[in-house]
């Protein structure tokens, strides 16, 4: 596993303390990424099993303050917050470990990993997500967000994903229903059924 330059770590832990100060960060993040992605990539919803009517498009929304606002109140469905907590739970333990310690940076790679497997997320789907990740992430970072230092990490991350055969590559596979049990805070846990 590739290591991050010492000025990306950098960037990006100033990056994420920037995105841990806002009140339910979690959510917010995942919920924009989740959104993009699903505006303008509405086939990705059948991929993560999410339906369409919860989720209110961004030109729906007026402004910053209150599409925040409106955003969790709208959004409903327990799946898709489940979702948006998780997934950025796993990006936060990725992020918490930056550093020499590659061993605990490749167990965090494999959980998340793991989801995507679970999800059935593709190779070719990885360049959709970083693009969510990146409107999410610059929309709330505006000025601050450093797009290079996140670059090198989620190559860092699709690149090891890719290499342990963790993404599925080809057509689209039927999923079975199951259940994935997912840490979303410090003491909760929560059982996620697809």
Same mark, same amino acid.
Request: with cysteine.
């Given at each position: 596993?590739?290591?991050?330059?010492?000025?990306? #770590?950098?960037? /990006? %832990?100033?990056?994420? +303390?920037?995105?841990?100060?806002?009140?339910?960060? !979690?959510? *917010?993040?995942?919920?924009?990424?989740?959104?993009?992605?699903?505006?303008?990539?509405?086939?990705?919803?059948?991929?993560?099993?999410?339906?369409?009517?919860?989720?209110?498009?961004?030109?729906?929304?007026?402004?910053?303050?209150?599409?925040? #606002?409106?955003? /969790? %109140?709208?959004?409903? +469905?327990?799946?898709?917050?489940?979702?948006?907590? !998780?997934? *950025?739970?796993?990006?936060?333990?990725?992020?918490?470990?930056?550093?020499?310690?590659?061993?605990?940076?490749?167990?965090?790679?494999r959980e998340m990993g793991a989801m995507f497997a679970f999800f059935g997320v593709r190779k070719e789907h990885?360049?959709?997500?970083?693009?969510?990740?990146?409107?999410?992430?610059?929309?709330?970072?505006?000025?601050?967000?450093?797009?290079?230092?996140?670059?090198?990490?989620?190559?860092?991350?699709?690149?090891?994903?890719?290499?342990?055969?963790?993404?599925?590559?080809?057509?689209?596979?039927?999923?079975?229903?199951?259940?994935?049990?997912?840490?979303?805070?410090?003491?909760?846990?929560?059982?996620?059924?697809?």
């Open positions: 596993m590739a290591n991050l330059s010492c000025d990306a #770590t950098f960037k /990006l %832990i100033e990056n994420w +303390d920037k995105v841990r100060e806002m009140k339910n960060f !979690h959510t *917010v993040v995942g919920s924009l990424l989740f959104r993009h992605l699903f505006d303008t990539h509405p086939e990705m919803r059948t991929v993560f099993s999410i339906p369409a009517a919860p989720i209110v498009s961004f030109e729906e929304q007026e402004t910053k303050e209150t599409e925040t #606002t409106s955003m /969790l %109140i709208q959004m409903k +469905d327990t799946g898709f917050l489940q979702l948006c907590d !998780h997934f *950025v739970e796993n990006l936060a333990k990725i992020i918490e470990v930056l550093g020499p310690d590659v061993d605990l940076i490749e167990e965090n790679v990885l360049p959709w997500v970083r693009e969510s990740l990146f409107f999410a992430l610059g929309y709330l970072l505006e000025k601050h967000f450093n797009q290079t230092a996140w670059d090198e990490l989620y190559t860092m991350l699709s690149d090891e994903m890719e290499a342990k055969g963790m993404l599925i590559a080809g057509a689209a596979k039927q999923r079975r229903r199951n259940s994935y049990t997912c840490r979303v805070s410090q003491k909760n846990y929560r059982r996620l059924t697809m």
